[in-house]
């Protein structure tokens, strides 16, 4: 037995000398490859911003005709003399990811304002599930905070949830199925059994394939009732300590999705859960100190970029709008 | 729960720790629940599956016993077992393709039938427990092996979590004698046993993951590379499946030693092979002589007239290839193995190289054999490895037409790596690794732990590749 412990007491050293070696050699290049999102996120962070923005696509995608294409972040920025606002969007990125982000902003920043986006679609098993999600829990890996070879083990041995597409869409379909929700006279309990209704009375009714198939892309991406134990919910809730944490006044704001095109292609059901939803995380949220703006309902659907998919892609209206809420809600605190 | 994931590396010291911890009597119920464990990690629901091979061969051990002295019930019990073992291996495995076949078939004849497809996944090594089963239904029927009156000691001869689910396939006669013996905590096990998971991790995520990389880009659009890439993507294939599936072995063999037991090698440096023949008997070698033993040699072996012989390989080596997946490509990969035996055996008697003498002369004849005996693998992997007829076609177009433009970058990790396990293999053809580090001084061997541990964490590949046989 002292021969098998002196020699776990050897291993150790050896890790601790390879952790070293490790730092000094290969991490600066896996970082690099494997956390692109640490590397590309924190870049824009410059000394003097005082404010951070925190988003996915919504933050910068256009329309081809826009003129105006700076981002949202950007027009907040514009609107706010004498503050700057730092960029940290990244695609497919969510609250979870949001946190580890401001988890590795250092301490040597002087931010004092996180605006965090609260995209409702991310709350919903089809992102939550998303094959995007695999490469992002990689990256979320190498953003903790811990020795370097350590993470690099974690990637090493899989420790991120990865699956086969059939897995993946078992999850998916499993997760349709915990989305449920109860409104008064309404027949369907569940986003699973919504969504399979819909296809067939959508294309009974004469609902081309297209339209049948963006009804149910909506109600799989919104038909849910949020509670505490969404797991989004809970990273809105670490982003929220974080900041105390840290001294940040965390601002959340609620994009605004396609109401119109929701209304005409699934109906009003839709839009009370959408609306509860949004209700439900501002008062969740107000009730912790968190500044909420709920843009739901000022982007109309001409504002909107994507016609087969529910996005919250917005031409240079839709994003201004998003921005000027956004702004003239900071100046009103302020 | 995968050998390369970070649940089993709390999942194998706590198990192995529990196992010295827990006086003999109560390790089987630890083994076997760890080994449900185990299994239940993929998908929980398949382990009754497990539990219905079990219960049918466990049954069919005792009455075979039982009836020792009435042949004809004897025999039809295990037929009885052998067939309704089967079954289950062919609705999950071979269903759906002999249902697609034959409607095909009948297609051409212009009759249209709709077909109905299971929509089921292959629970995890079912073909390698299936025949781990087997094997001990047949030993007990032959009066090799007592048949084992403790249902739990037996479920776990067919669990036993380190080669539940890609082997090696044991024999009753090793394992079931092993799990009933009590062990103690040795050092040497520990320590070999170590040394083997930590080569194995290396060969799976270090070698054949990194090579799978550019593997998947040649046999996904081979259409895109030159001749060059494609032939150095044919090889990284035989050096990626060798890694991953000798790593996998190589980990199960130290898992099961660490607790003392001893498990069979898999495989004995297979691309030093001369010849066909004598890769089989390194590569695999515990299907190989499961193959021999249960289909090879009940067949007549090589007693028989010579038509009758090759007809015996040829099917021996057919089934074999059907055993890796339901497919028409892996049984061409194994027919064609089963024709090269027989050529092989028809060129014997022409001895070309009979007049080259001397030990520089036979070592060069000796290369030029292992040489010949890679390429000829090498080709027949990238059969295997082919989904279908029409992507090994577009593979073979590809490398005869030479009009691809796009150039694979091999990274230096890759390279390496493929150094490293083509030296480990020469430097351990005549004794297993766990041996070979013994012997060397105290300071190298930890060298080379560093080196192996900083590999595997440090250079592994993140991209995730599954262990190649655990679709088999």
Known sequence: MIKILSKVLLLAVVLVVLEMVYRLTLYPRDIEEQCGLMEFSLKPLQEDADMIYLGESSNHNCNDADTDRRSICQMIDDQLPGHHVADLAHNATHSGVFYDIMNNIPDSCRVQTAIITVNLRSFTSEWIWSNLETPLRKQQVMMKKAPALYKRMLLAFKAYPHWTEDERWALVRRGLKRQTFSIPGFPYTDAAE?????????TQSGLSDDSAALACHYIKCFACTLDDNNPRIRDFDHIVRLCRRRGWTPVFHILPDNEDQMDSLVGP???????????????RYEAMGVMVVNNQGIVRDSAFNERFYPTEHYNEKGRRAVADAIAAALCRAN | MLFNSIEFLLFFPTVTLLFYLLPH????????????FFYMWFIPKYIFILLITILIDFSAGILIERWADAPAKKRTC?????VSTCLVLFIFKYLNFCSANLVALAQRFGWTHPTKVLNIILPIGLSFHTFQSLSYVIEVYRGNQAAERHFGYYSLYVMFYPQLVTGPIERPQNLLRQLHEEKHLQYENIASGLRLILFGMFLKMVVADNLGVYV????????????GDLLLGMVFYSFQIYGDFFGYSTIALGCALTMGFTITDNFRTPYLSGSVREFWRRWHISLSSWFRDYLYIPLGGNRVPLPRWILNTLIVFTVCGIWHGANWTFMLWGFAYGLLLVVEKGLRGIHLFDRITGKVGRAVVQVLNVAKTFVVVTLLWSVFRSPSFADLHNLFAALIDNHGTEHLQVGAVAWVALALFVLSDLLTRHSRFDAWCGRRPAVVRWALYAVLVFAVIAQSSVQNYPFIYFQF
């Open chain 1, 269 to 283: 059901q839709l839009l009370t859960l959408l609306h509860n939803n949004a209700r439900f995380i501002q008062q």
């Open chain 2, 78 to 82: 295990l037929i009885v077992s052998i």
């Open chain 2, 216 to 227: 998947d880009q040649i046999y996904e659009h081979p259409e895109l590379y030159g001749r």
């Open chain 2, 25 to 36: 009597r109560f390790r089987w119920m630890l083994l076997l629940a760890a080994s449900c």
């Open chain 1, 194 to 202: 919504w969504d399979r209704e819909m296809w067939h009375q959508g």
